[in-house]
Every structure is written in structure tokens, then in C-alpha cells.
């Protein structure tokens, strides 16, 4: 989910030039696949792996497809009007990759029955619009095992965005990873209300080591954590794509975002004809989610420890929302060896126990 | 003990850039011209820092660079305001878009990349000084640069004939111009100097900050340092108190976060905005101390009586 509140004050002017134009020649047979994305393809988290499926269908189809996408289009009502630009140029499927493009996307596709579309990360579908997600928080648990494992101080740093179901969900599947390995140990959560702004991430990066975290977590879109943690010789856990340039030495693990294998199946389904309005959300197992670059300073054992957590994950063994579960005022929210529905995470508004803080709300 | 030092030091960081933006553009509007463009010419700034510095491998060619570029957003602010009398508030407003689409294009090829770290102060014996001396000799330049440039301005309007001649072209350039002072002229100049101030803010984000360069990195600073002009009442000594009180609040806030003071996290958020606003209606609760800080010709254009 991106609730981008940074003002886009050029996106306007952007989305309209960037429309990538199509290649002269272009044969009848051609599928055209479209995507628009909300950030710029050069942010190296949410949109630069966005563009990674891209790149994925056009090497899985070659001269069979043609793509276009769409950089930097904001939330409102730009995102409408280019994606119904997209639907007039002939494409077949069109993917709006944040949560902002819902009801723009739901719009457009009324108008365009014939179109396919894939909204990613939102809650409303119909007969041409699917939708699709990742379980990030997964990765988070696996990342929390690992971090769990790694911290000397015992205390986690955790620089959180907006209090919405998404990024608690993470809070509370990093914090049981984490316990799961290491009974001692502290979360310490900053709320920084916002997605992107590096500065700001990075004092909150700064406030955390300060205050003796020595692995960071991050639900924000900026390197800024990791490379404070580079510099002051900590740990941290890259987010939604693989941050090890900006902290060689201070990624313990990155949860890498794929959404590859989802896009390509779709475009196929298209190209043949069987594609129907689906829900997705898929996680490790899917291989929608990736646990990259583990850092081989991490002992062998950890290492091991945190596989055997993610294969379990992936085959559906372990659920990282296991009961018996406590909410933080102590009362059980699922029963022992009851599993989270997915209607409870999607709707996570609650601290597990252990946790220390107030939930903004 | 230690971590007051580190939250000072931290404080310290949040408000140089802000340092930075305020002073310049306190400067343009002493001269009488508004320039709304500071976020604009910071991301510029902020880009051309990190691109040169990451090409040369060289800082000082690095701050180069950004005082350039700032400077350069600024001339063209100059041409289309001083020169076409252009309306300044859509002027500036339009040159901070320009300069957040000229950086995302400029930057492409710079996302992803990382920067090293830049030199600090290293005074033997008292940058090792426990507590103070990390605090006082052991910043990196660019903070004592920020310093020394408040305390230089402060001087120059207060002493110098320079200084005495961009107030009354601020305060009433149809008088300065009747005495045979080129309005125009010395209006370039405090642009200028406001667009190579703006842009070395900007490069202490990309560089000194982070450092690595991000489309839309700047993050509205450049209107909390328009902001701060005003709450510093077009003093150079207050706009640094006004940063640093930002900065300390922004910094403080995340602290209490940590320490988990239970105060809902939006409420912590708002405070530095909460506390701007409160100065704010405070300096301006007496109209005519408002009236006699304000350069009387703020966004007025001028035109030579021919």
C-alpha cells in the first residue's frame, strides 16, 4: 500500500510527456501490456521493482509483446486519465502498481470492458480488474529471526510510516520473529509519518542507534536507514528491494519484492485467453517474495535457522501468525496452534503482546 | 551524558540545511524580492552536489557545483522577475517545479549510488575532548561554514555600506534608485547569493545527510526555510535560532518515540510545524513591528523611471 503524501508538483506536467512512445513498426500480432507506477523507476524500492516484472515479461515474450510504462504518476486524478490513455492505445492488460490508482483503475476498466486490469495492492475488483499483492510480512518474520539472532544490545530499532494494517502487520511479524529466537528482546518503533524523506529517515535512523538499537528495521521507500547504519557500523534490513549498495557491511538481509513470476503468468493468461478476476496475495511460496543477499557475516547456523523458517513459510508448515497470540493488553487473539485468517491480518490494527509503545491511531 | 551529545549532534544535522536555505533567501528578501523557488533550487543544489561529487570524487568540487547550480536556478529567476518584471510569486512557484523535474531527470543515473563520508573538523586533542569535543571541533565543515555565514550576513547588513544599500533598495527602491543605486544590479546579486546558499542546503541533504541522492529529497524544506525567514523576522541571528529550533524539535520527537513517552506519534509530528505556527502568530500579534521588519517592497517589481 502507498498513501504517497509527498507532493508531486511536476507529476502533472511528467506523466503527460512520459508516456513512453510506442515503436514505429508495431505488427498487428502484438500484445501491448502497460503499467503505471507511482514513483520514479530510479527510487530503487516500490516502482524500480515494479519495472522489474516489466522487464520480466518482455524477456519471457519477446517480439510477442510491446510495453509501455508510465513513471511518476500520481495519486487522483492524473492516475485516471493515464490509465484511460493506456486503454485508448490498445492494450491488452494494464497493471496500476499503488494503492491511490483503486478507484481510478475501477473507473477506467467500466468504461473499457474489454481491457484487463491488475491493480496491485488494493481491495476492489470486477469483471476486468483483478487484484494482486505480496504477503510482505513473511520476509518481515524470516528478517526478524535473523535480527533476533544478531543483535548484541537486544534492541531493535524500527522506523515505521503510517499506522495502517500493512505496516503493523510488519511491526508485529518482525517482533515475533525476532522473539521467537531471542526471549530478551526490545522493538523500539518511531513513527515518522511519511513515506519518503530521506532526511528525516535518516535522523530517525540516527535517534534509534542512538538510543542503542543495533539492527534497524524499515517500513519507509528510502535507503537512508542503511546507509546510517553503514556509517555507524550497525545493522539494518533492507526493504522492498536489495539495499546492499548503500550498506555493505550493514545488511543483515533484504525482503526483495518479485513481482515477476504474477505479471508474466497474467500477460500469458491474456495471450491465452484465460484470464479471469483473481485476488492475489502471494508470499515466499509464490516466490512474490524474496529473502536476498542474507550477508555471509551472519553465522552459518543463524543462516540455516532462518532457511528452515523460510522453506517452512513457503510451504505453507508455518504461519508466522500462530497462536497461542495475545494483543498487547494481554487479551488472546488466536487460540493455540490457530492460524491468522486473512481477513484478521488484512484488518491488523493491534501491537501483539510484548510490544512497548502506543499504536498511533 | 553521551546521549544528549548524540542528540545535539543530531539536532545539529536536521538544521544545517535549513541554515543554509534561510540565510539565502533572508538576503534576497532583504532586497526586496521574493523567491518561492528555494525548494526548486535546493533539489538542484542537492543533485549537483552529488553528481559532481560522485564523478570527481571530490567534495569541495562537490559544494562547487551546488553553489553554481543553485545559483544558476536563481539567474533565471533574476532574468524572468528582474529583468521581464515577471510576477514573482508565480515565478517562483513555477521555478521550484522546474527544479524538481530538472533534478529527477539529472539524477537518473545517480539513484542507487552512495556517497562516502565527508570530512569533518579534526583538531587534535580538542575534537577528542569528551562530550564537548565531538559537539564543537568535531563537525563536519560545511555546519561552521553555515555558522560563519549567518554571523557574516548579520555583520553585512549591520556595518558595511553594501549591506545599508540592499536594505534601502528593499525598503524603497524607487528612492535608491533617485540617489543613483542600481536597483536591478544589486537585486542579481542577493539572488544569486540566495541560489548558491539554497543549493549548498540542498547538497548538505544529497551529500552530508544521507548521502545519496533520491528524487524529491528535499521534502518541502525549502518552504520551511521561506517560513523561517518570516519567523525570524528577517534577521539572520533569529533564522538560526528558528533552524536549530526546528531541527531540535524534529530530532527531540523521534527521541521521545524511542524512549516511548506516550504521546500519540502524529501529535510529535506536528510539533515543530505546531511550534513555526505559534512564533509565527506571536511575531506578527504586533502589526506595526511586522510592518517595520518587512521590506516595504517585498514582491514589488521595479521599473526605471526613464
Known sequence: MRYRTFAKLTAAALAAAAIVAAPAAVQAEKMKVGFVYVGPIGDHGWSYQHHQGLLAVKKAFGDKVETTHVEN????????????????????????????????????????????????????????????????????????????????????????????????????????????????????????????????????????????????????????????????????????????????????????????????????????????????????????????????????????????????????????????????????????????????????????????????? | MELVVNILLGIVIAATPLVFAAIGELVVEKSGVLNLGVEGMMIVGAIAGFSVTIQTGNYLAGVVAALVAGALMALLFGVLTQTLLANQVATGLALTMFGLGLAALWGQDYSGKAAGNFPKLDIPVLSDLPLVGKLLFGQDYLVYLSILLVVGVSWFFRKTRGGLIIRAIGENHDAAHAIGYPVVFYRYLTLLFGGACAGLGGAYLSVVQTPFWAEGMTAGRGWIALALVVFAAWRPGRALLGAYLFGGITILQLHSQGFGVKVEAQYLSMLPYLATIAVLVIISSDRLKVKLNAPACLTQPFRAAT
Not at chain 1, 529466537?181 to 513515506?195: A, D, E, H, L, R
Not at chain 1, 538510543?211 to 526493504?239: C, N, Y
Not at chain 1, 484488518?347 to 499504536?359: A, D, T
Open chain 1, 73 to 361: 504518476v500520481p495519486e487522483g486524478p492524473d492516475a485516471e486519465r493515464v490509465t484511460r490513455q493506456l486503454a485508448q492505445q490498445g492494450h491488452s492488460i494494464i497493471f496500476t502498481t499503488s494503492f491511490g490508482f483503486m478507484n481510478p483503475t475501477i473507473k477506467v476498466a467500466k468504461q473499457f470492458p474489454k481491457v484487463k486490469f491488475e491493480h496491485c495492492s488494493g481491495f476492489k475488483r470486477a469483471k476486468n480488474v483483478a487484484t494482486y499483492n505480496i504477503r510482505y510480512y513473511e520476509g518481515r518474520y524470516v528478517n526478524g529471526v535473523i535480527a533476533g539472532k544478531m543483535t548484541k544490545s537486544n534492541t531493535i530499532g524500527y522506523i515505521a510510516s503510517f499506522p495502517i494494517p500493512e505496516v503493523v502487520r510488519g511491526i508485529n511479524a518482525a517482533y515475533l520473529g525476532a522473539k521467537s529466537v531471542n526471549p530478551n528482546v526490545k522493538f523500539k518503533i518511531v513513527w515518522v509519518s511519511t513515506w519518503f524523506d530521506p532526511g528525516k529517515e535518516a535522523d530517525a535512523a540516527k535517534a534509534l542507534a542512538d538510543q542503542g538499537a543495533d539492527v534497524i528495521f524499515q517500513h519507509t521507500d528510502s535507503p537512508a536507514a542503511m546507509k546510517l547504519a553503514e556509517q555507524r557500523g550497525i545493522s539494518a534490513i533492507g526493504q522492498a528491494s536489495n539495499m546492499k549498495a548503500f550498506g555493505p557491511k550493514a545488511q543483515l538481509a533484504a525482503a526483495v519484492n518479485n513481482w515477476g513470476p504474477y505479471v508474466v503468468a497474467r500477460v500469458k493468461a491474456v495471450m491465452d485467453g484465460t484470464w479471469k478476476s483473481t485476488d492475489t496475495w502471494g508470499g515466499i511460496g509464490a516466490g512474490m517474495l524474496n529473502i536476498a543477499s542474507v550477508h555471509e557475516r551472519i553465522p552459518a547456523d543463524v543462516r540455516k535457522q532462518a532457511a528452515k523458517v523460510q522453506a517452512d513459510i513457503a510451504s505453507g508448515k508455518f504461519h508466522p501468525f500462530t497462536g497461542p497470540l495475545n494483543k498487547q493488553d494481554g487479551k488472546q487473539f488466536l487460540k493455540a496452534g490457530e492460524r491468522a485468517s486473512d481477513g484478521l491480518l488484512a484488518g491488523m490494527n493491534f501491537y501483539v503482546q510484548g510490544i512497548e509503545g502506543s499504536l498511533p491511531k
